[in-house]
Protein backbone atom coordinates (compact mmCIF):
# COMPACT_ATOMS: atom_id res chain seq x y z
CA UNK A 1 0.00 0.00 0.00
CA UNK A 2 1.20 3.68 -0.88
CA UNK A 3 2.16 5.80 1.54
CA UNK A 4 -0.34 8.21 2.65
CA UNK A 5 0.59 10.83 4.74
CA UNK A 6 -1.33 11.57 8.42
CA UNK A 7 -3.55 14.55 8.30
CA UNK A 8 -1.17 16.48 10.43
CA UNK A 9 1.57 16.16 8.01
CA UNK A 10 -1.05 16.82 4.80
CA UNK A 11 -1.76 20.27 6.73
CA UNK A 12 2.01 20.75 6.57
CA UNK A 13 2.80 20.02 2.64
CA UNK A 14 -0.51 22.76 2.40
CA UNK A 15 1.24 25.24 4.05
CA UNK A 16 4.26 24.29 2.70
CA UNK A 17 2.07 25.26 -0.74
CA UNK A 18 0.54 28.47 0.11
CA UNK A 19 4.27 29.43 1.75
CA UNK A 20 5.53 28.61 -1.75
CA UNK A 21 2.87 30.28 -3.85
CA UNK A 22 2.97 33.81 -1.89
CA UNK A 23 6.91 33.64 -1.81
CA UNK A 24 6.42 33.39 -5.58
CA UNK A 25 3.90 36.29 -5.75
CA UNK A 26 5.79 38.34 -3.22
CA UNK A 27 9.29 37.59 -5.75
CA UNK A 28 7.23 38.38 -8.78
CA UNK A 29 6.37 41.87 -7.20
CA UNK A 30 9.82 42.87 -5.94
CA UNK A 31 12.24 41.05 -7.93
CA UNK A 32 10.42 41.16 -11.35
CA UNK A 33 8.69 44.66 -10.45
CA UNK A 34 5.24 42.80 -11.17
CA UNK A 35 2.57 44.91 -9.22
CA UNK A 36 -0.27 43.32 -8.01
CA UNK A 37 -3.71 44.54 -9.47
CA UNK A 38 -6.60 44.87 -6.95
CA UNK A 39 -7.91 41.12 -7.42
CA UNK A 40 -4.07 39.82 -6.70
CA UNK A 41 -3.97 41.37 -4.32
CA UNK A 42 -7.59 39.78 -2.67
CA UNK A 43 -6.57 36.15 -3.83
CA UNK A 44 -3.14 37.09 -1.99
CA UNK A 45 -5.69 37.27 1.05
CA UNK A 46 -7.30 34.37 0.04
CA UNK A 47 -3.87 32.07 0.23
CA UNK A 48 -2.94 33.73 3.84
CA UNK A 49 -6.32 32.64 5.45
CA UNK A 50 -5.86 28.95 4.03
CA UNK A 51 -2.17 29.16 5.39
CA UNK A 52 -3.45 30.60 8.50
CA UNK A 53 -5.92 27.78 9.25
CA UNK A 54 -3.49 25.49 7.76
CA UNK A 55 -0.92 26.22 10.01
CA UNK A 56 -3.28 26.05 13.46
CA UNK A 57 -4.65 22.55 12.20
CA UNK A 58 -0.59 21.86 12.39
CA UNK A 59 -0.15 22.77 15.33
CA UNK A 60 -3.20 22.09 16.81
CA UNK A 61 -3.23 18.22 15.42
CA UNK A 62 -6.80 18.04 16.78
CA UNK A 63 -8.57 14.68 16.78
CA UNK A 64 -11.40 13.59 14.07
CA UNK A 65 -14.27 16.59 14.65
CA UNK A 66 -11.55 18.83 14.94
CA UNK A 67 -9.68 17.89 11.92
CA UNK A 68 -12.85 18.35 10.26
CA UNK A 69 -13.44 21.69 11.44
CA UNK A 70 -9.93 22.99 10.30
CA UNK A 71 -10.66 20.98 6.82
CA UNK A 72 -14.34 23.09 6.37
CA UNK A 73 -12.51 26.46 7.04
CA UNK A 74 -9.29 25.20 4.97
CA UNK A 75 -12.20 24.61 2.30
CA UNK A 76 -14.01 27.62 2.68
CA UNK A 77 -10.82 29.92 2.41
CA UNK A 78 -9.84 27.89 -0.85
CA UNK A 79 -13.26 28.30 -2.39
CA UNK A 80 -12.72 32.54 -1.75
CA UNK A 81 -9.43 31.76 -3.78
CA UNK A 82 -11.48 29.71 -6.30
CA UNK A 83 -14.05 32.50 -6.99
CA UNK A 84 -11.86 35.29 -6.92
CA UNK A 85 -9.10 33.74 -9.50
CA UNK A 86 -12.08 32.32 -11.63
CA UNK A 87 -12.84 35.96 -11.80
CA UNK A 88 -9.94 37.24 -12.83
CA UNK A 89 -9.31 34.96 -15.22
CA UNK A 90 -13.07 35.40 -16.62
CA UNK A 91 -12.05 39.23 -16.95
CA UNK A 92 -8.91 38.53 -19.04
CA UNK A 93 -10.72 36.28 -21.25
CA UNK A 94 -13.29 39.72 -21.84
CA UNK A 95 -13.43 40.57 -25.59
CA UNK A 96 -11.50 44.20 -25.25
CA UNK A 97 -14.25 46.26 -25.62
CA UNK A 98 -16.17 44.66 -22.66
CA UNK A 99 -13.28 45.14 -20.42
CA UNK A 100 -14.42 47.61 -17.43
CA UNK A 101 -12.17 50.79 -17.30
CA UNK A 102 -8.87 50.92 -14.84
CA UNK A 103 -10.31 52.74 -11.64
CA UNK A 104 -7.95 55.45 -8.99
CA UNK A 105 -6.45 51.76 -7.02
CA UNK A 106 -6.74 50.14 -4.25
CA UNK A 107 -5.26 52.64 -2.05
CA UNK A 108 -7.81 55.40 -2.76
CA UNK A 109 -10.23 53.43 -2.59
CA UNK A 110 -9.98 52.11 0.98
CA UNK A 111 -9.45 55.20 2.12
CA UNK A 112 -12.41 56.83 0.53
CA UNK A 113 -15.30 53.95 0.37
CA UNK A 114 -16.74 51.95 2.83
CA UNK A 115 -15.36 48.38 3.11
CA UNK A 116 -18.13 46.30 1.35
CA UNK A 117 -17.97 48.68 -1.10
CA UNK A 118 -14.20 48.45 -1.96
CA UNK A 119 -15.10 44.88 -2.20
CA UNK A 120 -18.01 45.09 -4.65
CA UNK A 121 -15.49 47.22 -6.72
CA UNK A 122 -12.75 45.26 -6.80
CA UNK A 123 -14.74 42.29 -7.80
CA UNK A 124 -16.38 44.03 -10.55
CA UNK A 125 -12.91 44.33 -11.39
CA UNK A 126 -10.80 47.09 -13.59
CA UNK A 127 -8.97 47.14 -16.80
CA UNK A 128 -5.58 46.91 -14.83
CA UNK A 129 -7.10 43.39 -13.49
CA UNK A 130 -7.64 42.31 -17.17
CA UNK A 131 -3.93 43.18 -18.77
CA UNK A 132 -1.71 40.05 -19.17
CA UNK A 133 1.13 40.52 -17.58
CA UNK A 134 2.12 36.95 -18.40
CA UNK A 135 1.56 33.49 -19.32
CA UNK A 136 3.41 30.10 -18.60
CA UNK A 137 2.29 27.00 -20.79
CA UNK A 138 -0.17 29.06 -22.18
CA UNK A 139 -1.61 29.96 -18.40
CA UNK A 140 -1.84 33.39 -17.30
CA UNK A 141 -0.83 33.97 -13.70
CA UNK A 142 -4.21 34.51 -12.46
CA UNK A 143 -4.69 30.71 -14.22
CA UNK A 144 -2.21 29.19 -12.74
CA UNK A 145 -3.07 30.66 -9.15
CA UNK A 146 -6.46 29.08 -10.27
CA UNK A 147 -5.48 25.75 -10.50
CA UNK A 148 -3.36 26.29 -6.89
CA UNK A 149 -6.74 27.06 -5.46
CA UNK A 150 -8.93 24.47 -6.95
CA UNK A 151 -5.43 21.56 -5.87
CA UNK A 152 -6.15 23.58 -2.27
CA UNK A 153 -9.41 22.77 -1.96
CA UNK A 154 -9.46 19.31 -3.46
CA UNK A 155 -7.11 18.71 -0.33
CA UNK A 156 -9.22 20.46 1.96
CA UNK A 157 -12.26 18.07 0.76
CA UNK A 158 -10.14 14.95 1.30
CA UNK A 159 -9.23 15.81 4.27
CA UNK A 160 -12.67 16.62 5.03
CA UNK A 161 -14.04 12.94 3.88
CA UNK A 162 -10.81 11.01 5.40
CA UNK A 163 -11.64 8.51 7.44
CA UNK A 164 -8.46 7.91 9.83
Not at 8 to 37: D, H, K, S, V
Not at 95 to 106: A, E, K, R
Not at 116 to 128: A, D, P, Q
Request: hydrophobic letters at 50%; one cysteine or more.
Amino acid sequence: MPFIPSPRLTNLGILLLTIAAMGFALWLQYYQQLEPCPLCIFQRMAMMATSAVVLLAFLHGPARVGRRVYAGFTLLTSLAGVAVAGRHVWLQNLPPDQVPSCGPGLDYWLDTFPLFEVIGKVLRGSGECAAIEGAFMGITLPGWTLVVFVGLAALAVWQLLRRD
